[in-house]
């Protein structure tokens, strides 16, 4: 499967995002973005997960090999976890996972962690607008892309 | 101290105590030496050896052995001792079947470096102080060991044994090691610099599993790499991409246990220096969630199987390092 982007014109970037959601948290936050009207990016393509901890370091990666820009991870705030203690799993883990893409010479801006509330579907709005900026202004992702997903 | 370990091994083999002796066998040249499992002492007096060439870490074909009847001897430089005390306490060794020799270790050689410096046809190396004594078929050199020596041996973390059940030779003490300083010099770099020095190592993969097949820290039974529906299971990169995917993803499923052995660097027979990956996760450890050192003691917490309610939050990468 590709990240499919046909959205926008083709001479405006328009990054493709993957945004892994966990089920208890931001992924209702973001349906309460949408309930109340907010706008955040179509770029943004949203995976539910049963929770943050769930995102395999291999997801983000292959994320990035089928065309990504961008990859945020949405969890629950440290302590609120539905499963107690998933999310500080999952955060020593991005945590090193970032630091490894960086090693490698990844742009820092192209991954991300955030702790969305299922409350906080404002804070979920903005966090999108501001990562689909940042990502926009690294431009396509070159360093870490399949060039079997080039068309 | 081949010849105290021979002994000793012979010994332990004739009165019982053990079944089988894994040490290391020579090979057709002096540096082409392999793990090998002994179980006679005919064998060994024909096939042991114990030179500056015997760099592999026996503790990971333990797993396997251990799963037999009876005990076997294992000899064990300190730094293997690391991996078979991470492995114990992953119930992959059975303990009970192991009787562990500590043997003191001077470094091991390259024979990278020493083909660089023009020796050829070499016979046999030893030890003479701090420097190697390398016998040819056109005589002998004396030659410092720091420019021979494997760079894992160049900046040898410990000389400690931290596991054994009798020791030969001499015991020594945990060094202090300068092995982050390459690491460092890369974080140093622009993300660019780094991008292009990764291209440059890691294009030259084959995709050959050498370093996962060695990696005593790699010792799942079903490997993720060995699934043809995942999309990166072994065969020949397609892609740059997958280069970066593979080795990113190993050193991220050994973080945390990887005792920095060395192993990887070693066998790879392109030459990639894939022990940096691993000892950026350590550093990286070290830095964001204290000191520490796996296998260094039986049955430690890891990093990556605990938590603190305040770690740093993932944004702190963005902080750290250049660019």
């Known amino acids: 499967m590709q990240v499919n982007n046909s959205t926008g014109s083709k001479d405006v970037f328009r990054p493709k995002i993957v945004a892994f959601c966990c089920n208890w948290c931001s992924y209702a936050g973001a349906d309460l973005a949408g309930t109340n009207r907010l706008n955040y990016p179509a770029d943004v393509k949203i995976i539910r997960v049963p929770c943050s901890c769930r995102v395999n370091p291999l997801f983000v990666l292959q994320a990035f090999q089928r065309g990504a820009d961008g990859v945020i991870i949405c969890g629950c705030h440290p302590g609120d976890c539905h499963y107690t203690s998933g999310n500080y799993y999952a955060r020593r883990r991005m945590t090193l996972l970032f630091s490894m893409l960086d090693f490698m010479g990844i742009e820092k801006g192209r991954t991300r962690v955030e702790w969305v509330s299922a409350a906080e579907g404002a804070k979920f709005a903005d966090t999108m607008n501001d990562f689909v900026s940042t990502v926009t202004a690294l431009g396509e992702n070159r360093r870490l892309e399949d060039l079997r997903c080039r068309k | ?323």
């Open chain 2, 1 to 323: 101290m081949q010849k105290v370990m021979l002994e000793r091994a012979k010994a332990l083999l004739s009165d019982g105590t053990v079944r089988a002796v894994l040490a290391w066998e020579k090979g057709d040249f002096a540096y082409d030496t392999t793990p090998a499992v002994f179980n006679s002492a005919e064998r060994l007096e024909k096939g042991f050896v114990y030179s500056p060439f015997c760099g592999a870490n026996l503790s990971k074909y333990l797993i396997k052995e251990t799963q037999k009847e009876g005990k076997i001897l294992v000899f064990l430089k300190p730094c293997d001792t690391y991996s078979f005390n991470q492995l114990v306490s992953e119930h992959r060794i059975k303990r009970e079947n192991v009787y562990v020799v500590g043997v003191e270790c001077k470094g091991m050689l390259d024979i990278e470096k020493i083909r660089e410096k023009g020796v050829t046809s070499l016979i046999s190396a030893s030890w003479e102080g701090e420097q190697v004594r390398l016998v040819t078929a056109d005589g002998e050199i004396l030659a410092d060991s720091s420019e021979l020596m494997q760079e894992r041996c160049l900046c040898c973390k410990s000389k400690k044994h931290v596991a054994y059940d009798e020791l030969l030779g001499e015991e020594g003490e945990v060094l202090d090691s300068n092995r982050f300083d390459e690491v460092a010099r890369l974080e140093a770099m622009s993300a660019k610099e780094r991008f292009e020095f990764w291209r440059g190592e890691l294009s030259r993969c084959i995709r050959c599993n050498a370093c996962r097949n060695v990696c005593p820290a790699c010792s799942c039974e079903k490997c993720i790499f060995d699934n043809p529906d995942s999309g990166v299971q072994n065969k020949a990169a397609a892609d740059p991409f997958e280069e970066n995917l593979f080795h990113v993803i190993r050193a991220f499923h050994v973080a945390g246990r990887c005792t920095d052995c060395g192993e990887c660097s070693r066998v790879c027979p392109e030459h990639i220096p894939l022990h940096l990956l691993n000892r950026k996760f350590i550093k990286d450890i070290n830095e964001l969630y204290g000191e520490f050192q796996a296998g260094e003691t039986e049955l430690p917490r890891e990093p990556l199987t605990e938590y603190k309610a305040d770690d740093v939050e993932p944004g702190v990468v963005y902080e750290r390092g250049a660019e």
